[in-house]
């Protein structure tokens, strides 16, 4: 602590929930930081149990509180930046470059507002190098496409951690897209379309299993839901 101020990291976390996401589209129910933030750990998590489960022959496998704790602050940065639209983040590679270094030193701002003792510890989870903040090669691993990761059985638990936030978060999104058109909000149709089909192209055989046998469910109202839920339980 500097000054004997204060820490000031988790104060600064708990305003994810000023961040709205969405900016460029008309919602009919807005959706702030906070909550993209536990659905992508919620989702994280379970792809991270369903690999262990259903796929234990795939390697890596890795640790399901780590996958929380990954998802926890993957997009931590945007208390800093907001939610850059994604149609101006990856309108072309010299944006997305820059608003990756954009990202890292907002990583790295929120860091240095830990105590010295901690900042090592909490770095571990946020997606950069904050070490390393002038390489060229140092983009923000969380948002990148998915198909930059190569075999799954030849890549570290990190690397694979990133990725499974990753299709979290697109999860996430996806799951966002239908519940805005069963709202009768056509605004989200095409988000959904490209959204599903980045899913659908993903071989990851957990993501898979989630879009087959959990996704659907979304699609169900209340009492659906619950007598969906009865019938399984006969």
Same mark, same amino acid.
């Given at each position: #602590? ?8 988790? +104060?600064?976390?708990?305003? #994810?929930?000023?961040? %709205? ?20 750990? $919620? ?14 022959? %795939? ?23 907001? !939610? $850059? *639209?994604? *149609? ?24 240095? #507002?830990?105590? %010295? ?9 946020? *997606? ?13 691993? &969380?948002?990148?496409? &998915? ?7 030849? &890549? ?7 990725? #499974? ?7 996430? @999104? ?15 149709? !095409? @988000?959904? %379309?490209?959204?599903? +089909?980045? $899913? ?24 659906? $839901? ?9």
């Amino acid at each position: #602590m500097k000054n004997n101020c204060p820490v000031a990291f988790f +104060a600064m976390l708990y305003r #994810m929930k000023y961040i %709205e996401r969405w900016g460029l589209m008309r919602n009919t129910e807005k959706e702030n930081l906070k909550e993209h933030t536990f659905d992508v750990a $919620l989702l994280a998590h379970a792809l991270c149990e369903i690999r262990q489960v259903y796929f234990p022959e %795939e390697k890596p496998q890795p640790d399901p509180g780590k996958v929380v704790l990954y998802a926890l602050y993957h997009d931590a940065s945007e208390i800093i930046t907001g !939610d $850059l *639209p994604t *149609p101006v983040k990856y309108f072309n590679s010299q944006i997305r470059t820059q608003y990756s270094k954009v990202e890292n030193y907002a990583i790295e701002h929120l860091l240095n #507002m830990l105590p %010295e003792k901690l900042q090592q510890r909490y770095a571990e989870y946020f *997606p950069c190098d904050v070490n390393n903040l002038n390489s060229a090669d140092n983009l923000n691993s &969380i948002d990148a496409e &998915i198909t930059e990761f190569v075999d799954d059985n030849v &890549i570290s638990e990190r690397v694979y951690l990133q990725k #499974m936030v990753k299709q979290a978060d697109r999860l996430a @999104a996806y799951i966002k897209c239908i519940i805005e058109i069963k709202q009768g909000n056509t605004e989200f149709v !095409d @988000a959904a %379309e490209a959204t599903k +089909a980045k $899913l659908t192209n993903d071989s990851s055989p957990e993501l898979q299993w989630f879009i087959t046998n959990i996704l659907p469910a979304y699609q169900l109202n209340l009492d659906q $839901l619950q007598v969906s839920q009865t019938e399984e339980s006969i």
